[in-house]
C-alpha cells in the first residue's frame, strides 16, 4: 500500500532564515505531488504541484519554490522565511486513472519568529 | 482553486444525532471529496465520488455528487464522541483541489 511521509513534523525557524520542507511518497511511481499550506484556523491552499519529475507548476506567487529531486520526493525551499510563512505544510499525492482523489501526509508546522 | 460554500461553518450536536453539510460552486467538478482532519493532523479521506448522482457510504457516512457536478453532501448518521473534528469538502478537476472553509463538528455527551 501506498505510504506519505513529510518532515520535519515542526519547525521554528527566524525571519529571514532558509527553509527545507521534505515529502517522500512509497508504494507507487510517478504520483502527482502537491504542497498544500493551511494557515491557522482553516482553508487549504494548493501552493505548487508536480506532475513529473521536473514539471513543476506554482499556484500562488510567494517566497517559497519547489522541486522534485526524484519520482517520488518533493521539496517545499526558501530562500528567506517571512513572518507570513508561518502556518501548516501538508504534502499530499494523487495517481493512476483515480488522479483527482488526493491523499495528505502528516504536516509541518511551521512558525517563523 | 477556488473556495467552496461549505455550511453550516460549525455545529454542535448531540451523541447518536445524525448531521448533514453540503457544499456548493459555481463551477463543474469531476470528483467530490470529503475529508476530515484532526488537530493537528493532515486530513484524511473518508469518501470519494466519480460520477454525478452517485452515493456512496462508508460506515456511518453517506455522500453524495450533486447530478449538476457544482455541489455535493454528507451525512454522518449516528453521530458519536469520536466524530468530533473538521470536515472538508473538496471539489477535484485536472488533478487539483478546491477546498471548502470546513464545518467543525462538536459532540455534545
Known amino acids: 500500500s501506498q505510504t506519505i511521509h513529510q518532515w520535519p513534523a515542526t519547525l521554528v525557524q527566524p525571519v529571514g532564515s532558509p527553509l527545507s520542507l521534505e515529502c517522500t511518497v512509497e508504494?507507487?511511481?510517478?504520483?502527482?505531488l502537491y504542497w498544500y499550506r493551511q494557515a491557522a484556523g482553516r482553508g487549504l491552499q494548493l501552493l505548487f504541484y508536480?506532475?513529473?519529475?521536473?514539471?513543476i507548476s506554482s499556484e500562488v506567487p510567494q517566497n517559497l519554490s519547489a522541486s522534485r529531486p526524484q519520482d517520488r520526493q518533493f521539496i517545499l525551499s526558501s530562500k528567506k522565511l517571512l513572518l507570513s510563512d508561518s502556518g501548516f505544510y501538508l504534502c499530499?499525492?494523487?495517481?493512476?486513472?483515480?488522479?483527482?482523489?488526493?491523499?495528505f501526509g502528516e504536516g509541518s508546522w511551521l512558525t517563523v519568529v | 482553486g477556488q473556495q467552496l460554500n461549505q455550511s453550516p461553518q460549525s455545529m454542535f450536536i448531540q451523541e447518536g444525532e445524525d448531521v448533514s453539510m453540503n457544499c456548493t460552486s459555481s463551477?463543474?467538478?469531476?470528483?467530490w471529496l470529503w475529508y476530515k482532519q484532526d488537530p493537528g493532523e493532515g486530513p484524511v479521506l473518508l469518501i470519494a465520488?466519480?460520477?454525478?448522482?452517485e452515493l456512496t457510504s462508508n460506515g456511518r457516512l453517506t455522500a453524495q455528487f450533486g447530478i449538476t457536478r457544482k455541489d455535493s453532501f454528507l451525512n454522518i448518521s449516528a453521530s458519536i464522541p469520536s466524530d468530533v473534528g473538521i470536515y472538508f469538502c473538496?471539489?477535484?478537476?485536472?488533478?487539483?483541489?478546491?477546498f471548502g472553509a470546513g464545518t467543525t463538528v462538536t459532540v455534545r455527551a
Open positions: 499530499a499525492w494523487s495517481v493512476g486513472p483515480r488522479g483527482n482523489t488526493i491523499y
Open positions: 508504494g507507487t511511481s510517478n504520483p502527482n
Open positions: 508536480s506532475i513529473g519529475i521536473d514539471q
Open positions: 463551477s463543474i467538478f469531476n470528483t
Open positions: 465520488l466519480y460520477k454525478a448522482g
Open positions: 473538496a471539489g477535484a478537476q485536472d488533478y487539483k483541489l478546491s
